[in-house]
């Protein structure tokens, strides 16, 4: 399968479409093997993905480790993104900590689970307002300088940080959610892209599982499944939200195409410089998902969308009110 290439900001290419890799290690529900991962990883490089996406912080820590290992025969074919500035304390507990001391430290450690001599993008996973911007940005430009580091990126950051990083060592990509139902980003964040020519990362492409029209009302999640927190996936939000579904699933069928390769597509045709992220653990997934790259939206289709969706009010919020309130937006 071949995948079209798109190109961040700083000349950065990547697969069209990339693979999230945190859901393999935590959040949704049960947790596969690794073993069962790596050939996983491993396929979705044959069918042409070259951005994966981890953390240090996804597992915690076992996820770099696994996609170190999966990817680390095919090191020359992939980029690689992982984040900073998440830890854990002694008792568990997650902290920021984007101190440059502790940037420095981190990144040995990536390397080491990522099983690699550089990181290809690497993220503030969240802005830490206990360390000024201009101190990150200072801290990864020297990793770039020592060959650590390709590119500098930043997540759930706000415009004003944003610009503040850019200038002082130019950012790569921005990650932020984004889909069709969750556009906050159209207000600042893509035109400021845009002006800076940095590119967009969405996570969460496909509402974390909701646009595949695979999850309504009666779906139950397990216990340790973290959309049982999350507002929007009440039973009673999920029951109004169904409308959004039957948007993208009304556009597929005509199309000959998944509810899910349409929501891909759409996000696709907004920018030639976004770049989505949508995680699975499953290879039909992946497959279905890589081929909305191949899926054509028309201007009619976009403005048929466009109309529809305007109409549909989503509820219920993304995250619990101290989740959201640790975003930078």
């Not at 950012?171 to 800076?196: D, F, G």
């Not at 009619?300 to 995250?319: M, P, T």
């Amino acid at each position: 399968m071949t995948i079209p290439i798109r190109k961040l900001g700083q000349g950065l290419e990547v697969s069209a479409i990339g693979l999230g890799c945190m859901g393999m290690s935590q959040s949704y529900g049960v947790i596969p093997d690794t073993a069962d991962m790596i050939p996983v990883l491993r396929a979705a490089v044959d069918r042409g993905v070259t951005l994966f996406d981890t953390a240090q912080i996804y597992g915690p820590f076992v996820n770099e480790e696994l996609v170190g290992e999966a990817l680390a025969p095919v090191r020359d074919r992939v980029v690689i993104a992982s984040k900073f500035g998440l830890g854990v304390d002694e008792n568990g507990q997650q902290i920021q900590d984007s101190r440059p001391e502790t940037i420095r430290k981190s990144v040995e450690e990536s390397l080491r689970r990522l099983r690699t001599d550089h990181i290809d993008l690497f993220y503030q996973h969240r802005v830490d307002p206990n360390v000024p911007i201009e101190d990150v940005a200072g801290a990864v430009k020297d990793l770039i300088a020592a060959g650590k580091v390709r590119h500098f990126g930043l997540s759930e950051a706000g415009v004003q940080t944003i610009r503040r990083a850019h200038a002082v060592h130019p950012v790569t990509a921005v990650q932020s959610e984004y889909s069709l139902w969750w556009r906050r980003p159209e207000e600042e964040l893509i035109p400021t892209l845009e002006e800076l020519g940095i590119g967009l990362v969405p996570f969460s492409p496909l509402g974390k599982g909701f646009l595949t029209g695979a999850i309504d009302e009666k779906t139950s999640f397990t216990a340790n499944d973290f959309r049982n927190i999350i507002p929007r996936f009440s039973p009673e939000a999920r029951k109004a939200n169904q409308a959004m579904v039957d948007l993208l699933r009304s556009i597929a069928e005509r199309k000959g195409a998944t509810p899910a390769q349409v929501a891909l597509a759409w996000l696709l045709a907004q920018k030639p410089w976004i770049v989505p992220i949508p995680g699975s653990t499953k290879l039909s997934r992946i497959e279905e998902n890589l081929g909305a790259a191949k899926l054509e939206l028309a201007p009619a289709d976009l403005a048929q969308i466009e109309a529809a969706a305007s109409k549909i009010e989503v509820q219920g919020a993304r995250y619990p009110e101290a989740l959201e309130a640790r975003t930078g937006l």
